[in-house]
């Protein structure tokens, strides 16, 4: 089992910029890829980015390219999530997921994820 925790949500003005964690523990070698997916109120969850541990290849929604930047830190077991540019649309509860699967496309499907943190509320203010 893995387990993730995010940290880093909060409340920002729009234009700013906030930077979220995500600490995974436990069998972490089963993880090979870490994602961020988002839930505003009344939506469905949309994908929002995602990285190999390595950090050799990440993905992209296009509403979050050139704002928002994923990473990794294999030391430390950890993923991030750079956010810039923040807009009052991407106020959401934000989780991060992991998963040992790599089909050889673009890992946008949640239900492709074997494990997903509590979430954390990011609030954009206009």
């Known amino acids: 089992q893995v387990q993730l925790v995010e940290s880093g949500g909060g409340l920002v003005q729009a234009g700013g910029s906030l930077r979220l964690s995500c600490a995974a523990s436990?069998?972490?070698?089963?993880?090979?890829?870490m994602g961020w997916f988002r839930q505003a109120p009344g939506k469905n969850r949309e994908f929002v980015a995602a990285t190999t541990w390595s950090g050799g290849i990440t993905w992209y929604a296009d509403s979050v390219k050139g704002r928002f930047t994923i990473s990794s830190d294999n030391a430390k077991n950890t993923a991030y999530l750079q956010m810039n540019s923040l807009k009052p649309e991407d106020t959401a509860v934000y989780y991060c997921?992991?998963?040992?699967?790599?089909?050889?496309?673009?890992?946008?499907?949640?239900?492709?994820?074997?494990?997903w943190g509590q979430g954390t509320q990011v609030t954009v203010s206009s």
């Open positions: 436990g069998r972490t070698s089963s993880t090979y890829i």
């Open positions: 997921a992991g998963r040992g699967t790599y089909f050889g496309r673009a890992p946008t499907e949640g239900a492709e994820y074997d494990y």
